[in-house]
C-alpha cells in the first residue's frame, strides 16, 4: 500500500462511501490481524536509538495466578512438602520444575507467557533480565539465529500514511480499541512522562514522547508492576533539582490520569517478587513502604486516587488484615475497585537472579508454609516485604 495519499484509489474511495460505523468495523477488523492487547516496551541506548517497542500480547488480564497453581499442583504430584524446595541445583534437573522455574523469575511477570513466545521469534535476550526494558533491543539484535516467526509488518503505518482523509479516523480507531500493556517503571515513566528527569538521564540524547493520541483516545491501560517498584519511581526515589520535594508513591500521580479523555479500563497487577539488584551495601533494608505494609484505611486511601477512572482492577498481595485471611484468595467487599488479594503473598518463588536455561539457577523453587513478598537484595538474596 503506497504511503502518499491515495485519493483516487478505488478502495479508498469506496471506503470513504460507506457509513462510519462499516469503517469502524474494517478499522477494527485490521488491528485486530495484529492484535488489540499490545506491549509497549521502552529499548536501546545512544549509539542505537532509543525508541518504543511493541509486542502483541496473548495473556488476557486475570486477578487470579494461575502459575502459583501451577506449581502448587506439580509439588503435590512430586510430595514436596511446603518449606522444601522443589528440583535441585544440580545435573538430571526435573524438567517440569525448570519450565515453572523460568516462568516464576520471567521479567514479564504475569506475562510470562508473552516474554516466552518472543524468545522464540528473536532469542533469550527477550526474555531474561531484570525488567523487559533495556539498553539492547531484541528485535534488532537477535541471538540465536531465530527465525522470525511472527512478520515485523503492522497494519497501523499503511493505513495512517496511504489518505490523510482517513488518518485521522485509523488514529482515533487504533487507540481506542488497543489495550496498552505496560510491565516495568521505566517503560511507564518515559510512555507516560516523568514528573521530573535524574541529572543521569537528561544527559541522553534522546528521551520517550507520549504520543499525543495516547492521552486523548486510549480507553484500556494495563500495568504490572514489581512489589518494589516505589523505589524506582525517579520522584519519589530521589532528590531531583526540579521538584522541592519527594513525591508520594500510594496517590498514583505518576499515571497521569487526569490528562487522559476517555481511558475507561485500568489494570494493574503487583507480583509477589523483586528481581531488582540492590547495592552490594545494603544494610538488608529497603527504604519505602511496600504494599503489604499498608491496612484497610491506608488502601481505601489509595483507592480514591484511581477514581478517575471508570473501571479499576488491582491484583496484589495485600496485607493479613485487609480482607480475606492471610493464606485466601478472593475480592474485596466494600471499596471502590475491583481489588483482588492474592493473599499476603506467593508460596512459590526461584532464585531472585536471571535464569539461563540448562544454567545452575534453571531447575529449583524455594516453598514456604506462608505467603511472602521476596525483595532481591545484595545479589539475590531475599528480603520479605513487612506486613501490617
Known amino acids: 500500500m503506497s504511503i502518499n495519499p491515495q485519493t483516487q484509489s478505488p478502495f479508498l474511495t469506496r471506503l470513504l462511501t460507506l457509513p462510519p460505523e462499516l469503517r469502524d468495523a474494517i478499522y477494527l477488523s485490521l488491528w485486530r490481524s495484529h492484535g488489540l492487547r499490545q506491549h509497549i516496551i521502552w529499548h536501546g541506548n545512544d549509539s542505537s536509538g532509543r525508541h518504543f517497542c511493541s509486542w502483541p500480547c496473548t495473556t488476557d488480564f486475570s486477578a487470579a495466578d494461575n502459575l502459583q497453581r501451577d506449581v502448587d499442583e506439580l509439588r503435590i504430584r512430586l510430595g514436596v512438602r511446603l518449606g522444601d524446595n522443589m528440583g535441585g541445583f544440580g545435573p538430571g534437573k526435573d524438567p517440569e520444575v525448570s519450565v515453572l522455574t523460568r516462568h516464576l523469575q520471567s521479567p514479564w511477570m504475569n506475562h510470562w507467557a508473552c516474554g516466552e513466545r518472543a524468545a522464540e521469534v528473536h532469542g ?27 512478520p515485523s509488518w503492522s497494519p497501523y503505518l499503511p493505513m495512517l500514511l496511504s489518505c490523510k482523509l482517513l488518518s485521522e479516523e485509523c488514529l482515533k480507531s487504533i487507540y481506542e480499541s488497543t489495550t496498552f500493556i505496560l510491565t516495568d517503571l521505566t517503560t511507564i515513566q518515559t510512555f507516560l512522562g516523568y514528573c521530573a528527569l535524574h541529572p543521569a538521564i537528561k544527559k541522553r540524547s534522546k528521551q520517550g514522547i507520549t504520543p499525543p493520541a495516547f492521552f486523548k483516545h486510549a480507553r484500556s491501560l494495563e500495568l504490572a508492576l514489581m512489589p518494589d517498584f516505589p523505589s524506582a519511581l525517579l520522584c519519589a526515589a530521589y532528590d531531583l533539582p526540579d521538584l522541592p520535594h519527594r513525591h508520594s508513591v500510594y496517590d498514583f500521580h505518576w499515571l497521569h490520569l487526569p490528562r487522559f479523555q476517555n481511558l475507561q479500563n485500568l489494570n494493574i497487577w503487583v507480583s509477589a517478587r523483586s528481581l531488582t539488584m540492590a547495592d552490594p551495601k545494603s544494610d538488608q533494608s529497603y527504604g519505602f513502604t511496600g504494599i503489604t505494609e499498608h491496612d484497610a484505611a491506608a488502601l481505601e486511601g489509595i483507592l480514591t486516587h484511581l477514581s478517575p477512572v471508570a473501571k479499576v482492577t488491582l491484583s496484589t498481595p495485600l496485607a493479613p488484615s485487609v480482607g480475606p485471611p492471610e493464606e485466601e484468595e478472593g475480592y474485596l467487599d466494600g471499596v471502590k475497585a475491583r481489588v483482588y488479594k492474592r493473599g499476603s503473598g506467593d508460596r512459590f518463588h526461584p532464585p531472585l537472579y536471571p535464569i539461563e536455561p540448562g544454567g545452575r539457577f534453571d531447575g529449583v523453587i524455594y516453598t514456604s508454609p506462608t505467603r511472602e513478598v521476596r525483595l532481591s537484595i545484595n545479589g539475590g538474596m531475599p528480603l520479605l516485604m513487612k506486613k501490617a
Open 124 to 150: 533469550i535476550d527477550a526474555n531474561w533480565g531484570f525488567q523487559t526494558a533495556g539498553v539492547k533491543c531484541w528485535k534488532t539484535h537477535s541471538t540465536g539465529g531465530r527465525k522470525e516467526l511472527v
